[in-house]
Every structure is written in structure tokens, then in C-alpha cells.
T-cell receptor, first 114, second 112 residues
Framework: EAGVAQSPRYKIIEKRQSVAFWCNPISGHATLYWYQQILGQGPKLLIQFQNNGVVDDSQLPKDRFSAERLKGVDSTLKIQPAKLEDSAVYLC????????????FGSGTRLTVV | DQQVKQNSPSLSVQEGRISILNCDYTNSMFDYFLWYKKYPAEGPTFLISISSIKDKNEDGRFTVFLNKSAKHLSLHIVPSQPGDSAVYFCAASASGNTPLVFGKGTRLSVIA
């Protein structure tokens, strides 16, 4: 079974620029999550999708972050404009059952905002 | 407001000895707990889990203990091996249906 694919692996941008991350979950996994992991912290949920619908986006800074999951498969997370404090690893995870039992994480995208 | 707390940022253990990683939680609705292991430049990988109906779950060298009254769980690794050196995250969910909430992690170093 192929894992969760994320790209790019690394990205460096200047503040106020925009950036987008892509995630392709495990085939058949209906639930997709985006987490933000700041250095020295644990992953923090940004948004949860069930198929192509949003289940939880309560912690997504909607003034600058947006995410979509068209056709219920792959997903993109966008930041516009980026701030220095957005420097983090952005992790995508997918789950077959939509529960905590079956998360599989991708390798993440490391974003550095300078 | 941290709902899952790992108060030890790092732990150093000699090879062959026991590693004990601790985790505390504040949300009494949490009833499913997991440990993830993370190597540099990789995503977290699932290690072991425990449901609140149990107080112990064992998988090879890894054992997780849950003390519900104290809202505390711990991960024991016996014997510790150099390949166990990684960051370990404690995570929790309510009814297994809510997204995982993670602690800050503990960096384990196993010294040969």
C-alpha cells in the first residue's frame, strides 16, 4: 500500500508571499487531516475533511489559510500571505475509518518563512 | 491550554535499560490513547495504543500503561535499543472519533 504523499518536501519563502502544499492520501481513505507542527511543539490540527466536506476547521486561521479537497481525494493547503510564525512542518494524514485508530502520516512539508 | 502534556522534553537511556516516557492529560472525555514515534524528516508513525477500558497493552518491547484516575499514561521500552532514538508523541482522542490531540513530544536518546 502506497503511503501518504506530500509535496514539496521543503519550501522557503519571504513573508507576505503565498505558498501551497499538496497531499495525496492513501487510496480509499475518506478522512484527511492537515496538522501544523512548530519546532518544539506537537502536531496541531488545522483542518479535517471527510471525503470532500470539511468536518472541523475550528483551528484554521481562516484570514490567511485555506484548504480544499476537490473530488474527495487529494488536498491542497494554502497560506496567503505568509507570516514568520507560519514556519513549521505541515503534516498530512489520512484515515480509512475516520477515527483515531488508523491515522497514517505523510513525511510533511517543512516551510521556512524569512 | 494543553490537553495532553509531556513534561520531559528529553530522556537519555543506556542501551539495554528500560525507557519510561510519561504523558498526562486533562480532558476526561479522552478514552483512546496512542504513542507515535518520529524520526527526523519523516512523519510520525504509529507505535502502540490503549483504550480506556484497559490499563495495559503490550506489543513486543513496548508496553503502555494507563491510569485513568490519575489521567496519566506511560510508555515502557524494554530493552532500549539505539534504533529507538527518536521523538515520541503521546496523543489522545475522545471516543476514537475526534481528531488526535498531541503532546509536545519527548526526545529519547539511547546510548550504546
Amino acid at each position: 500500500e502506497a503511503g501518504v504523499a506530500q509535496s514539496p518536501r521543503y519550501k522557503i519563502i519571504e513573508k507576505r508571499q503565498s505558498v501551497a502544499f499538496w497531499c495525496n492520501p492513501i487510496s480509499g481513505h475518506a478522512t484527511l487531516y492537515w496538522y501544523q507542527q512548530i519546532l518544539g511543539q506537537g502536531p496541531k490540527l488545522l483542518i479535517q475533511f471527510q471525503n470532500n466536506g470539511v468536518v472541523d476547521d475550528s483551528q484554521l486561521p481562516k484570514d490567511r489559510f485555506s484548504a480544499e479537497r476537490l473530488k474527495g481525494v487529494d488536498s491542497t493547503l494554502k497560506i496567503q500571505p505568509a507570516k514568520l510564525e507560519d514556519s513549521a512542518v505541515y503534516l498530512c494524514a489520512s484515515s480509512l475509518t475516520g477515527t483515531a485508530y488508523g491515522y497514517t502520516f505523510g513525511s510533511g512539508t517543512r516551510l521556512t518563512v524569512v | 491550554d494543553q490537553q495532553v502534556k509531556q513534561n520531559s522534553p528529553s530522556l537519555s537511556v543506556q542501551e539495554g535499560r528500560i525507557s519510561i516516557l510519561n504523558c498526562d492529560y486533562t480532558n476526561s472525555m479522552f478514552d483512546y490513547f496512542l504513542w507515535y514515534k518520529k524520526y527526523p524528516a519523516e512523519g510520525p508513525t504509529f507505535l502502540i495504543s490503549i483504550s480506556s477500558i484497559k490499563d495495559k497493552n503490550e506489543d513486543g518491547r513496548f508496553t503502555v500503561f494507563l491510569n485513568k484516575s490519575a489521567k496519566h499514561l506511560s510508555l515502557h521500552i524494554v530493552p532500549s535499543q539505539p534504533g529507538d532514538s527518536a521523538v515520541y508523541f503521546c496523543a489522545a482522542s475522545a471516543s476514537g472519533n475526534t481528531p488526535l490531540v498531541f503532546g509536545k513530544g519527548t526526545r529519547l536518546s539511547v546510548i550504546a
